[in-house]
């Protein structure tokens, strides 16, 4: 079935260091692929989303480049902050009738 | 700022009570979810409701229930909660499986 893989669990960092958070994806389809972002007594909510092939989608300095050839969407940010501190998600959604599917999360720690 | 709604916020319960958690969003979106959180933070997809139809996850057991009166509200009820149940209970929405938007959660403890 369709299925988003993090591998990262945990990321622990200092302020201003680079972060990158790996997603890889299995459709049947052409997916919408998405980032979001939890923070802790919030539901997740979203960062950006991208649905063709070399699209980059951005935002809050966090970026990923949909890459349908390695079927991968990968967070990256080259400097974080404390702010930053939350759980983030990858996920894919197909135009059909099944939910949106979600990765395990990657909590990132980000110390000042 | 939240457009999805839940209540209660918490909810403390013991083994084999009914419970009911209640979901409304002021989106117009035409489809609504269910997702459980474990305490590994996993989003599990429960169900999804969209024009009538209900899409279940074969994995819910069917102590599970949704109940809609509209499309704007969703509900979630449990006959008999079990102790793996305790867990956050998520509702969100969206047109037809874009982008969702999730409540801010419902946590139920079993005891």
């Known amino acids: 079935g369709d299925s988003v893989t993090q591998t990262e669990g945990q990321v622990a960092l200092s302020e201003e260091d680079f972060l990158t958070i790996h997603c890889n994806y299995s459709?049947?389809?052409?997916?919408?692929l998405f980032w979001y972002v939890q923070y802790p007594g919030e539901g997740p909510q979203l960062l950006f989303r991208a649905s063709r092939d070399k699209e980059k989608g951005s935002s809050r300095g966090f970026e990923a480049t949909y890459d349908k050839g390695t079927t991968s969407f990968h967070l990256r940010k080259a400097s974080v902050q404390e702010s930053d501190s939350a759980v983030y998600y990858c996920a894919l959604s197909l135009n059909n009738n099944n939910a949106p599917r979600f990765g395990a999360g990657t909590k990132l720690s980000v110390k000042p | 700022e939240t457009a999805v709604f839940q209540t209660p916020n918490y909810h403390v319960t013991q083994v084999g009570n009914e419970v009911s958690f209640n979901c409304k969003q002021t989106l117009g979106h035409d489809t609504m979810y269910w997702y459980k959180q474990d305490s590994k933070k996993l989003l599990k997809i429960m169900f999804s409701?969209?024009?009538?139809?209900?899409?279940v996850n074969e994995t819910v057991p069917r102590r599970f229930s949704p109940q809609s009166s509209d499309k704007a509200h969703l509900n979630l009820r449990i006959k008999s909660v079990e102790p793996e149940d305790s867990a956050v209970y998520l509702c969100?929405?969206?047109?037809?499986?874009?982008?969702?938007?999730f409540g801010k959660g419902t946590r139920l403890t079993v005891v």
């Open positions: 969100a929405s969206s047109f037809s499986n874009t982008e969702v938007f």
């Open positions: 459709a049947s389809g052409y997916p919408t």
């Open positions: 409701y969209n024009n009538k139809q209900l899409i």
